[in-house]
């Protein structure tokens, strides 16, 4: 997905400028990579799950 090579290049960027090791920086891409593509597939999947609830009448009192 798209959004998740967003979340690599972020990490990517926030490791190298920490200097952080090899292995911490493939760890710290991989997550960031994984939440960023999940919480953007759960918001778009939840949008598309509350555009079909019906809509509460309104009174009019």
Same mark, same amino acid.
Request: hydrophobic residues 50%.
């Given at each position: 997905?798209?959004?998740?090579?967003? @979340? =690599? !290049?972020?990490?990517?960027?926030?490791?190298?400028? /920490?200097?952080?090791?090899?292995?911490?920086?493939? #760890?710290?891409?991989?997550?960031? @990579? =994984? !939440?960023?593509?999940?919480?953007?597939?759960?918001? /778009?999947?939840?949008?598309?799950?509350?555009?079909? #609830?019906?809509?509460?009448?309104?009174?009019?009192?």
């Amino acid at each position: 997905m798209l959004l998740d090579g967003v @979340g =690599f !290049l972020v990490a990517a960027v926030i490791t190298y400028n /920490l200097g952080v090791q090899l292995w911490t920086e493939i #760890l710290v891409e991989y997550v960031l @990579g =994984f !939440l960023f593509g999940w919480t953007v597939f759960q918001a /778009l999947f939840h949008e598309e799950q509350v555009r079909h #609830l019906p809509r509460p009448e309104s009174s009019g009192t």
